[in-house]
């Protein structure tokens, strides 16, 4: 794979460094250093998780094959798992084993690694605890979260259960304190939590648009500043079912909130709903939106276990006690070889291999996964859920100088996914031939021919049409017979990996081309480092001056220089430069062909308006978007991207 030897030893930036030492290089128990180089990360996780083919094969050969394959997508940073499995693989397993040189690796060593593995070895970022309507459930939910959270997973809830406040409670006469009531407990207790010793929890709670409480839920975080009000949650409303949503708003009719163990019924407009939405959204980002009755059509097992709720950044639905792990290929860095995206293309079969080996990684986390429960490892085993994603979709964008609000980023956008979606069913179903199906296979959607994502019309585009072509053959053929895994894609926000592989996050434009990261050096002293997005100083490096620089760091963005030429500009777009509907389009033929979800954020100006926001939700209701997520420039305190100076 020449891609991936290009980039295996490319030096990875300060700015990576810093983070690696901050929070991914092993300790022992005097708080200093077991690992000082990204090489040693990669060893470590490749062999943890490679340790998982000794249930497929007993050929040394072919786990040394794995393991070095692993290794290479992760040192060259093409690929890179989520943040728990480079936590938490190989973490208190000797030493030894990891410092052993690869052709020395004997069958036995590896079934000692996989042996040797306890709690502490949680691999995946996303899960779904449910509860019960009752005390005791309320707090077990509590508790199995807490242990999740520990290990630097992200848990979403479904609230919807929990009867309203001031229903009655049999058992002491009293009345409930309803749901919101009980997210202040998850809060307080995710607040004591520093995930996976190293970051903060992060929690997703779902109400459904019906349930008597949905004013009470969607007010519950308006005077939060960012860092204060259910500040480890974020909240959203699942509209089951949009099309009915989007009637009733229409026709300007009511609907019943009501809930199936609670005598409290209010009938209120569904428009007043969606005003209520769009403010509170407006002013502080929360609430979200789900569709998740748009999940279930498109998730092969929702006639069984349906999903309930998603992971904290919303990219992951999942049934209860649903769980997965997730990975990223950086298509940034894959773009400087391979012509992705395109279907005739010779490139796409190198395409077409890294896909596998990181289908076949994440599949063989399942296997190295230690859960936190057991009903958390019965259905991850039984379904099998694994999300291949990619980051660094912008960077990409800049490199091919399409801009990302234009139909042929569009185009690009949606190709990359189809060819991503594709390849990596067809690595599923090539790891089923070997290993056997999902356990849960016979009883899902797969044998009767389902397509898991809703596709573009062929007509958009000669290329969309053939890639279209391949996916329905694929699922109208083999795939009825064999699929290892019940889902293989998600994009998720690669917060912390996209830094680590210098590259864009997720399918988000970046939020600026440049800004000032304060450090702490070896003294112990906040030293400035300016970031200038390397691709438009490869691009474009002559055109900046000492002067323009010290502009594009004020500003963030290069729209406003007037001595650089229009052409450059529309490419070198940042989230701000972009309007709402551009990124909602990028979301939506994103989403057409993910048969998980996608993180993503529609970036609105300062300026927009509380009816601005409202007409992306009911775009949003007619697109294949699976939920919707808006932020408006400035109305949190506590913004995590600025630049240096007010624009
Ligand atoms: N996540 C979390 N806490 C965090 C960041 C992420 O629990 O502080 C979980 C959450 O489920 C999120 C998922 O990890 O949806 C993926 O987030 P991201 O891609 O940003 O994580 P990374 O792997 O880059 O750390």
């Not at 019924?265 to 509170?280: P, Y």
Request: proline content about 4%; overall charge negative.
């Amino acid at each position: 794979m020449r891609v991936i030897d290009d980039w295996l030893n490319k030096e990875i930036s300060q700015n990576a460094m810093a983070i690696l030492q901050d929070r991914y290089f092993l300790k022992d128990a005097d708080g200093n250093y077991i690992e000082n180089t990204w090489d040693e990360v990669a060893k470590r996780v490749a062999r943890h998780v490679a340790s998982a083919e000794i249930n497929f094969s007993q050929d040394v050969k072919e786990i040394q094959k794995a393991e070095t394959i692993f290794y290479k997508l992760i040192r060259s940073r093409i690929f890179i798992p989520n943040s728990p499995t480079l936590f938490n693989a190989g973490k208190t397993i000797d030493k030894q084993f990891f410092n052993k040189a690869i052709e020395d690796m004997t069958i036995d060593d590896y079934k000692q690694i996989f042996n040797l593995r306890t709690k502490h070895n949680m691999l995946s970022a996303c899960f779904v605890v449910p509860m019960e309507d009752s005390l005791a459930s309320i707090f077990d939910a509590v508790k199995n979260a807490a242990l999740i959270m520990k290990y630097g997973g992200g848990v979403g809830y479904d609230f919807s259960v929990l009867r309203p406040k001031g229903s009655s409670i049999a058992g002491t006469g009293g009345k409930s304190s309803g749901p919101v009531s009980f997210m202040h407990v998850f809060n307080v207790a995710a607040s004591t939590i520093e995930q996976g010793g190293s970051r903060r929890a992060a929690q997703m709670a779902v109400l459904r648009y019906d349930h008597p409480d949905v004013f009470e839920f969607i007010n519950s975080k308006k005077d939060n500043k960012g860092n204060n009000v259910l500040n480890y949650f974020n909240i959203s409303i699942n509209i089951d079912n949009p099309s009915t949503f989007k009637r009733l708003i229409e026709n300007d009719e009511e609907l019943l909130l009501k809930h199936p163990d609670s005598k409290i019924q209010k009938k209120v407009k569904a428009r007043e709903l969606i005003d209520k939405m769009a403010e509170n959204a407006w002013k502080t980002g929360d609430p979200g939106v789900l569709f998740l009755g748009r999940h279930n059509e498109y998730y092969a097992m929702s006639e069984y276990t349906p999903v309930t709720a998603t992971n904290p950044c919303g990219e992951e639905p999942l049934p209860p006690f649903g769980s997965c792990n997730l990975g990223s290929l950086d298509i940034s860095k894959l773009v400087e070889k391979i012509d992705l995206g395109n279907p005739t293309s010779s490139t796409g079969e190198e395409f077409k291999e890294i896909v596998y080996w990181a289908v076949r990684f994440l599949d063989d986390v399942v296997e190295a996964n230690v859960f936190p429960l057991k009903e958390i490892e019965e259905i991850t085993r039984r379904q099998r859920f694994v999300g291949l994603g990619i980051m660094g979709l912008a960077d990409a964008l800049y490199k091919k100088e399409i801009p990302y609000n234009s139909e042929d980023g569009r185009k690009f956008m949606a190709k990359v996914t189809a060819q991503l979606a594709y390849y990596s069913h067809l690595a599923s179903t090539g790891l089923a031939k070997e290993r056997g199906n999902f356990p849960d296979f016979e009883k899902s959607k797969y044998p009767n021919g389902f397509i898991p994502f809703a596709m573009l019309d062929d007509q958009i585009d000669k290329d969309i049409k053939i890639w279209n072509d391949k996916i329905r053959e694929h699922f109208y053929g083999e795939a009825k017979q064999y699929k290892r895994n019940v889902q293989t894609n998600t994009v998720a926000p690669t917060g912390s990996i996209s830094n680590l592989a210098d590259t864009s996050s997720g399918i988000e434009p970046n939020f600026l081309l440049s800004y000032i990261r304060y450090m702490t050096n070896k003294e112990g002293e906040r030293v400035p480092l300016t970031y200038i997005n390397p691709v438009l100083i490869e691009k474009v490096g002559a055109l900046i001056t000492d002067e323009i620089k010290e502009e594009i760091v004020k500003k963030g963005s290069i729209q406003h220089i007037k001595s650089i030429p229009d052409d450059i500009k529309k490419i070198f777009v940042t989230a701000v430069d972009i309007s709402p509907e551009d990124h909602l389009l990028a979301q939506h033929v994103i989403q057409s062909y993910l048969d998980a979800s996608c993180s993503k954020t529609i970036n609105m100006p300062n300026t927009a308006t509380i009816d601005d926001v409202k007409s992306m939700y009911l775009k949003a209701l007619d697109l294949n978007v699976k939920g919707l997520t808006i932020y408006r420039d400035g109305s949190l305190e506590t913004q995590v991207l600025t630049t240096t100076s007010e624009n």
